[in-house]
């Protein structure tokens, strides 16, 4: 796996809120069509982490590396524009507009004179969600009418159709039942083949054990470990959790 | 579809059934309340007041006229509520608009005069969105406040005295006028809503609006400049009110400080039975024009009922809550 080059390096990432330290030295590679779990208690810093990666906060030191180039993520354009983008948990869809707007929102194709290219859009979302197997009832629905397994296969979708290189999802399927959940699953599990990274936070291990190739543990700010999800089981992975088992470093 | 029994929410087809009925029953009766509304106050009148005048051609093309600065107003207020924002100001807006005008109008002609109405209005919204947008401050509040303060500028501007509109040119562009047999009004009108469909329709910028209101949130980090927007809408909000201003002056042929007073409840009833939403993220221009035509209506035909001008007040006050509960249950949903 550590063949190919990773896609998103970070290096002795950390951060500092105040006197409050959320983030110490955290180090990650994520692999073109690999998934890395990111796990760990509430408050252990898996969210500060993303939006470390996404731009919206910034590191207080440490190195953020795509394919070989090292990158500032000053704002949460510029990791747009890198290729990275995020799936929030709370759904950051527009509810009452429709599915192929939303897959547009904030960068709407438009014509020569201006106008919006309804068409392209409307086609390109088709095609998308038939790609990812995204079952809608049509790219004109309104995004309250779907389901939330409908409304976050949407939203993967539209990551996916921007994303050049890595996704980050923050609890995909938290709000959501068992078949929805298996969906969802299905389509994160598809991302693998377009060659796009995956970093995925999922409170539930058996989820993580059926998506992730890799697994990392974050326990109050601190990394705990990195293990490849085929070589470890849930019981290591708890114990790195909750502390009964100390840090690979200490 | 109908036929599909219910206990198998599971399955796909079901879903996708159901959410497609949800839709096409959301649309008939949101989107389209106006017309049938439109449509039950035209022959209502028709029928009661068909002698008296009103289904003669003049009286209709009074109304459109009457109509002419309430349906500019309503598609500023279309923008502004799509966004998630409400302007309360734009009537007093409009009195400044106009008294700037005529002031310097009167004094630098008419090319300086339109200037300055526009500007005034511009200047308004700008002061508006500048407040909502950077301060901060709840649209509500901010043009509640500005309400006042812009009427009571228009008030000491001329010490209440109102002020003739001398420019014979601009009253017919403006006003009593008309081009290829239309009255310039009507061209007016018809320019507004279209121009006003167009960007709301097929522009990016009209999407952002919407976009922003139904979830600034998710439009703020999908790259779009919330804040900015608001700040447009609103802008777009005092522009209009300035034309209106321009419009009323050209028709009287003077301005006054209580031009626009009586148009806020007119236009927001309008818009909302127009089929654009309260709390912003959808709406229609075309919805507004027709909700706008149906206000003027129903004025129209309250006089020719002969009706005193408190029973109107009453029965056009009733027929709104009526309109406004209607569409706003149907939205509800």
């Known amino acids: ?250 | 579809m109908s036929q599909s029994k219910p206990g198998n929410p599971t399955s796909a087809n079901a879903a996708a059934s159901r959410s497609l009925r949800q839709i096409v029953g959301r649309i008939n009766l949101q989107q389209y309340v106006v017309y049938f509304g439109f449509l039950a106050i035209f022959l209502f009148f028709a029928i009661t007041l068909g002698d008296n005048g009103f289904l003669s051609i003049r009286n209709l093309s009074n109304i459109v006229l009457q109509t002419a600065p309430a349906t500019i107003l309503a598609i500023g207020l279309v923008f502004v509520l799509s966004a998630g924002e409400i302007d309360l100001s734009f009537g007093s807006i409009v009195a400044v608009s106009a008294l700037a005008a005529a002031v310097v109008m009167n004094e630098y002609g008419m090319v300086a005069g339109i200037a300055a109405g526009m500007g005034a209005g511009l200047l308004a919204g700008a002061i508006n969105g500048t407040v909502v947008a950077f301060v901060r401050l709840p649209s509500f509040l901010v043009t509640l406040a500005t309400m006042g303060l812009f009427a009571g500028i228009a008030r000491s501007m001329t010490n209440l005295r109102s002020i003739p509109v001398l420019d014979g040119d601009f009253a017919g562009f403006f006003g009593s006028g008309s081009f290829l047999g239309i009255p310039s009004l009507i061209w007016w009108t018809v320019l507004a809503v279209a121009v006003g469909h167009f960007i709301y329709r097929e522009t990016r910028f009209g999407a952002h609006v919407l976009a922003t209101g139904d979830n600034p949130q998710a439009a703020s980090v999908s790259g779009i400049k919330v804040a900015r927007i608001r700040l447009y809408v609103l802008m777009l909000s005092g522009g209009l009110a300035g034309l209106a201003g321009l419009l009323y002056a050209g028709r009287l042929q003077a301005a006054k400080y209580t031009l626009g007073e009586s148009d806020l409840m007119t236009v927001i009833a309008a818009v909302i039975v127009g089929g654009t939403l309260l709390h912003g993220g959808r709406g229609t221009i075309i919805g507004a024009l027709i909700g706008s035509l149906m206000m003027g209506m129903l004025n129209n035909g309250l006089i020719l009922m002969g009706l005193s001008v408190s029973d109107q007040m009453i029965v056009r006050g009733l027929i709104i809550l009526a309109a406004v509960a209607v569409s706003l249950r149907e939205k509800a949903r």
């Open chain 1, 1 to 250: 796996m550590s063949n190919t080059k990773p896609v998103l390096s970070l290096k002795d990432i950390q951060k500092h809120f105040g006197a409050v330290t959320a983030i110490e030295n955290f180090s990650l590679d994520i692999h073109p069509g690999e998934i890395v779990a990111l796990v760990g208690d509430n408050g252990a810093g898996k969210s500060t982490l993303i939006k470390i990666i996404s731009g919206v906060y910034a590191p207080s030191s440490g190195t953020i590396t795509i394919e070989d180039e090292t990158v500032s993520m000053a704002s949460a354009e510029i990791a747009r524009s890198h290729g990275i983008e995020v799936v929030y948990q709370d759904l950051a869809l527009a509810d009452q507009q429709s599915v192929y707007m939303n897959m547009f929102l904030g960068r709407e194709i438009t014509n020569k004179i201006g106008m919006l290219d309804r068409k392209t859009m409307i086609s390109e979302t088709q095609k998308l969600v038939d790609e990812l197997d995204v079952r809608i009832p049509s790219p004109h629905a309104t995004i309250r009418d779907l389901s939330g397994g409908q409304r976050q296969g949407v939203a993967i979708a539209r990551a996916t159709r921007w994303a050049k290189k890595v996704i980050l999802l923050d609890e995909p399927t938290a709000a959501l039942g068992v078949a929805e959940t298996a969906k969802v699953e299905e389509i994160v599990e598809s991302l693998k083949r377009r060659n796009i990274g995956v970093l995925i936070i999922s409170h539930s291990l058996d989820q993580v054990f059926r998506l992730a190739d890799r697994v990392c543990v974050l326990r109050r700010g601190q990394q705990i470990g990195i293990r490849e999800t085929a070589k470890t089981d849930k019981n290591e992975i708890i114990g790195m959790i909750t502390g009964l088992q100390q840090s690979d470093a200490a």
